[in-house]
């Protein structure tokens, strides 16, 4: 009798669902943007703060594989290896700094680090490839307005200070800087620092 | 910390506080295991002769009462659903994983939850897969560098069935109450016809 009534329960509550509206239920597949919506910094400010103070007070955490790491990294960033970033002993007075080829993994990390109790953890926004995009071969737009054409300037310098180098301008004419892609959404496979993005 | 993953993230519980939930959720969890019967090894191998289906029952129980639970709450507002940390597909090795993880569940009779509450009912086989529970996860960790390419592998991301299947997620919550519904009929017909026969000791 209580199995019955149950069973009917469960019925009801699983038929309604599916007439229930979905607009108040957000995906669960966007949980892994959380840390990126509070605690990210962009490619662009990132590459600002070493420009500026170096990696002082700021600890890299690549959290790549050994090769891509030894292909190129962040000046200044470090490998953790195989092990846990959860595990990890970081300097605790530092702002600390994930980064991944996506957000994947540094979203995760950023979860297990803020769990042992690390108060300043930033995932770098869209990851690497967001840095490479936007940091080591920022593209250049012909025929530009006299102010993008400054602020071009300090990307420019911006990318050879990392070792970089500027895109090609694209062939379709366009007057503004073009928009910048949603670099997360990047397909993984086709990212590639190339030879102007090797630092070491 | 999966357990607690909306109350951390939304910063109701910390690091510490966290455990202490963790702690009474597992003492909760542990009790009705036992309650439902699956601290004993041979109704739980019972389960693959298709003798007993508690296991079945239990679990689709569990999964139902969680799937509504959490999707009227989220519908309610009480819950945040999108905070709830899920953890991403690795396709090919959870596959492979989950062969292993039903052979030795066969073989030893508990799965890893079970085991630990059959031993803490003093039950010998139980601390015995318990051991090789232990021995395992500590193998896996050795041996993790040289299998990390494999294990991370056909990686489909933190997917949900909604999102794959590009639907709403209420039309997903009624195909598995279906589906849970319909299975505990079916698994009442099956005990029915085989006189619910546990696996005797030999």
Known sequence: MINRMLGLTALVLGGAAVLAPASRVTDPATAESIPAHHDAIEAESLAARIMENGTAGLTLVDLRSQSAFESYHIPGAMWLGAADPGQARLPVATIVVLYDEAEESAARAWLLLKAQGYSRVYVLAGGLAAWDEQVLHPSLPPGMSHRAEEEFAARLERSRFFGGSPVPAPSRPISVPRPRPDSTRRDKESFDIGPGGCFY | ?202
């Open chain 2, 1 to 202: 910390m999966d357990l607690t993953a909306p109350f951390y993230q939304a910063g109701v519980l910390g690091p510490r506080s966290g455990l202490v939930v963790a702690m009474l959720i597992g003492a909760a969890f542990g009790f009705f295991l036992e309650r439902a019967g699956l601290g004993n090894g041979r109704k739980l191998a019972s389960q693959f002769y298709l003798n007993d289906l508690t296991v079945f029952k239990v679990m689709f129980s569990a999964i139902l009462t969680a799937l509504l639970g959490l999707f009227w709450l989220g519908q309610a507002g009480v819950l945040d659903v999108s905070l709830i940390l899920l953890s991403p597909t690795y396709l090919v090795p959870q596959v492979i994983g989950g062969l292993l993880f039903g052979a030795g569940f066969v073989i030893g009779g508990y799965c890893p939850g079970t085991s630990c509450v059959a031993a803490a009912t003093g039950k010998l086989d139980a601390l015995v897969v318990f051991a090789g529970m232990m021995a395992g996860i500590l193998l896996y960790g050795e041996i993790y560098p040289a299998i990390r390419p494999f294990a991370e592998s056909t990686s489909m991301g933190r997917i949900s069935f909604p999102a794959l299947l590009s639907v709403r997620p209420g039309i997903v919550v009624g195909i598995v109450t279906l589906l849970a519904l319909g299975g505990f009929a079916l698994a009442g017909r099956i005990e029915k016809s085989r006189g619910n026969r546990l696996v005797q000791p030999e």
